[in-house]
């Protein structure tokens, strides 16, 4: 009987212990990351860029949770969109082949929009960066894009074909 009762002792202060934790990190008022109040460095990198969630767009602070996004939370989409820096010179000086570099990192996994981009610099923003191969392999890049569905590699796709019947 002793031991019945010590046992429901043992077990009635674990349960208030384990409640007191589970109540104490649900209410935390300090996030856990601080992303300028964003759930991530990505979120917070397009809001900025974009002025989208009630911010105010800011390149400077785009440019900074795009690179944490990129590096240390390994986003394509924040990849992509700090390549969309670079091109424009938004929080950071122009660097078309930096930017054309960051593409092809989020192109290699996919991602459709940079796989357009990658044939928007090759072939109209700066063809003389690109060798004929590198032009070749946008256009596959752009096709794959297209393929995904990507509305915008469709339309260029069709442009490029209405172009390349009227060549021959």
């Known amino acids: 009987m002793f031991a019945a009762l010590y046992l429901q002792g043992v077990l009635v202060k674990f349960l208030f212990f384990s ?12 996030p856990s990351n ?20 009630d911010v105010i767009k800011s390149y400077d602070k785009a440019f900074k949770w795009c690179e944490i996004g990129s590096n240390k939370e ?5 990849t992509t969109l ?26 290699n996994t996919g991602h459709t929009h940079a796989q357009l981009m990658i044939y928007y610099i090759y072939h109209i923003e700066s063809p003389e960066l690109a060798s004929d ?32 019947k009227q060549d021959k």
Do not use: P, R, W
């Open 133 to 164: 191969k590198q032009k070749k392999i946008a256009l596959k890049y752009l096709k794959s894009s297209a393929k995904s569905g990507n509305k915008k590699a469709i339309k260029m796709l069709s442009k490029y074909n209405k172009s390349f």
């Open 19 to 30: 409640l007191t934790l589970i109540l104490i990190s649900g209410c935390s008022s300090t």
């Open 34 to 53: 601080n992303y300028d109040g964003f759930n991530s460095a990505h979120d917070a990198c397009y809001s900025f860029i974009y002025g989208k969630n």
């Open 74 to 78: 390994k986003n394509n989409s924040s």
């Open 82 to 107: 700090l390549a969309e820096l670079y091109l424009l010179g938004n929080g950071v000086e122009k660097n078309i082949l930096k930017a054309t570099e960051l593409y092809i990192k989020s192109a």
